[in-house]
Each structure stands twice: as structure tokens, then as C-alpha cells.
């Protein structure tokens, strides 16, 4: 396997089976499927142990809940363990456009790590509420100010690791388990000094199921740049 996709899962029944065909359908060179779920209750986990008897993939079960940043890193350890060159992550709510997959991995090419991104030229969201909106504008700000990232998308969940990359963050390092462990890793990814590349994506809201992102997320986000910035001083 030299690519592997991480589907990260809570409740995503009604979405997976599509998302793997159309992945599929791209015909893609040497890649396996990695979906970590968290015992949905909805029973994505079977669904994906059935779609696993047709396509490439690797199911995880994981005993409960137990947060989207660890379910990356049980992803990670997977792809790695397995050879895998580029590390791909994606939402499995069809929000993150399959068709955009090559895209990223041309630019992995040259990158250290590219994100799909919808706060370049060319990148849009689609279906947010105001609020939402709002929300993430004010974090992207707020972030980038506070601990200097550059990256324009820091939330975007649709990215591709090179190898070597992950192999240079100590993952157990990073003490973020939920959404904002998408912030704290491209931190340490922008500090070490190697190139993140944005690729434009047009994000759209999901249409199935709900979004697991609530405030005590928002509120992680927040603290996750107060403890990263006061780390960063402590250390200079
Ligand atoms: N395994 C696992 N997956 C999660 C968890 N929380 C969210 N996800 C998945 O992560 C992806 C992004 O979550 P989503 O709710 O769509 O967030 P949003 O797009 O920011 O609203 C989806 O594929 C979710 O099913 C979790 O605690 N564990
Ligand atoms: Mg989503």
C-alpha cells in the first residue's frame, strides 16, 4: 500500500458506502481504506466490515467515543505500520469532494503536507449557517495571529501526510484529542520548519447525519492556542 486514506467515523452510516464508491471509482494506485470508528451507535462499523469484503479497507473498531484527534493518530499508526508513503485524511460526511483526492496527491509531490483548503483563491464552504461561518472565521483569525500559523485553513480535516513528515511529530506528544488536534499538529508541522502547501476545495456542508463539532470543541479550540502559545514562550 503506498496511500492510505483515514476515514475518521462517528455515525456516518448513510455516508460511508457512497464516499468508498466514489473513492473507488478514481481508480487510485495502491490504496486502502482506513475508517476508525468509535462504536457508532448508528452501526457504521458494520457497514464498513461489510463494504470491507469488496473494497480496500481497514476497519478499527474503537470501544467508545474516544475523540477525533486520537481516532487520526489510531489512523496514523495503521498507515504506518502498513508502509504507507502518503497519509490521507478525510471527513466521511461527503463534505471533502473525493474528485479532489489527485489533486492533493500531485501536490504531496512537493509538499510536506498539503491541505484542502477553502480559504485560498479558488476554495469556497458551502451550507454553513452565519454562525458557523462566523465561528470558524473567528478561530482561523485568532489562531493564525496568536501562534503565527500561515497555513490560511487550519481546521480543514481534508489533508495528505507525507510519510516522513509524521514520522518527525512525536504523536503522543500532542495532548489534543478533538477537532483542535487539527490545529496543534499543523503547529508543530508549520514550527519544524517543512512546507505546507494549500490546495483549493469547495467544502460542503453535509447532508446526512449531524456535525459532532459542539461548543465544549469550540471552547478546546480556544484552549488549545492558550496552552500551544504559552508553551512556545516557555521554550524560547
Ligand atoms: N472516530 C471518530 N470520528 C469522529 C469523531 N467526531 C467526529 N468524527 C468524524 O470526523 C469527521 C468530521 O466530523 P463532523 O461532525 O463532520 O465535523 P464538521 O464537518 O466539522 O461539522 C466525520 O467523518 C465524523 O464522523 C469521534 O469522536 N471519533
Ligand atoms: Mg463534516
Excluded at 28 to 43: F, H, K, N, R, T
Excluded at 125 to 131: A, M, N
Aim: contains cysteine; aromatic residues 8%.
Amino acid at each position: 500500500m503506498t496511500t492510505c486514506i483515514i476515514l475518521p467515523t462517528y455515525n456516518e452510516r448513510e455516508n460511508l458506502e457512497r464516499l468508498v464508491q466514489k473513492i473507488a471509482a478514481l481508480h487510485l494506485q495502491e490504496y486502502e481504506l482506513c475508517v476508525v470508528d468509535d462504536a457508532s451507535p448508528d452501526g457504521t462499523s458494520e457497514v464498513a466490515h461489510t463494504l470491507s469484503q469488496t473494497y480496500p479497507i481497514h476497519v478499527c473498531d474503537r470501544p467508545g467515543k474516544l475523540g477525533l484527534g486520537s481516532a487520526y493518530i489510531e489512523g496514523f499508526r495503521y498507515a504506518m505500520s502498513q508502509g504507507a508513503r502518503t497519509i490521507l485524511t478525510m471527513d466521511c460526511d461527503l463534505s471533502h469532494d473525493p474528485d479532489d483526492l489527485p489533486r492533493l496527491l500531485e501536490a504531496a509531490r512537493h509538499a510536506d503536507l498539503v491541505i484542502g483548503s477553502r480559504r485560498v483563491k479558488g476554495g469556497s464552504i458551502l451550507g454553513w449557517s452565519w454562525w458557523r461561518t462566523l465561528a470558524s472565521a473567528g478561530a482561523m483569525m485568532i489562531s493564525r495571529t496568536l501562534l503565527g500559523i500561515r497555513t490560511h485553513d487550519v481546521t480543514s480535516g481534508y489533508r495528505c501526510y507525507r510519510r516522513e513528515t509524521l514520522e518527525r511529530i512525536p504523536l503522543t506528544s500532542i495532548q489534543s484529542n478533538g477537532y483542535s488536534f487539527l490545529e496543534e499538529i499543523l503547529y508543530h508541522i508549520e514550527r519544524l520548519g517543512l512546507r505546507v502547501v494549500e490546495v483549493p476545495v469547495c467544502y460542503v456542508d453535509r447532508t446526512n447525519g449531524k456535525s459532532k463539532l459542539g461548543t465544549r470543541e469550540i471552547v478546546k479550540f480556544f484552549i488549545t492556542i492558550v496552552r500551544l502559545k504559552y508553551g512556545a514562550r516557555a521554550k524560547t
